[in-house]
């Protein structure tokens, strides 16, 4: 079983930028592919972006291909998401989550608590 905390959620003016990480409890944290998923009000969760194991593919969304960065540290069982040029609508909670596999394969059975991340126009 892994364990996931987020952090780096905030308030930001849009165009601006915010960091999230997520730190993974356990030592097989390389064994996971790793993603980043995000609920606005109102609206289901969708996926934004993912990792393989070894950080050696990513996939993100459409909607913030070009502006956010996944990336992920083994050693430090950490996984980021670095957002760029922020809009209104990616107000929500965002989480992390850890897939069963190398790969990102099908709905992630491990779940962070999330953080809010709030971008104001």
């Known amino acids: 079983q892994v364990q996931l905390v987020e952090s780096g959620g905030g308030l930001v003016q849009a165009g601006g930028s915010l960091r999230l990480s997520c730190a993974a409890s356990g030592r097989t944290f390389s064994r996971y592919a790793m993603g980043w998923f995000r609920q606005a009000p109102g609206k289901e969760r969708e996926f934004v972006a993912a990792?393989?194991?070894?950080?050696?593919?990513?996939y993100y969304a459409d909607s913030v291909k070009g502006r956010f960065t996944i990336s992920r540290d083994n050693a430090k069982n950490t996984v980021y998401l670095q957002m760029n040029s922020l809009k209104p609508e990616d107000t929500a909670v965002y989480y992390c989550a850890a897939y069963n596999g190398l790969v990102p394969n099908g709905e992630p059975p491990h779940w962070g608590q999330g953080t809010q991340v709030t971008v104001s126009s």
């Open positions: 990792i393989t194991w070894s950080g050696g593919n990513t």
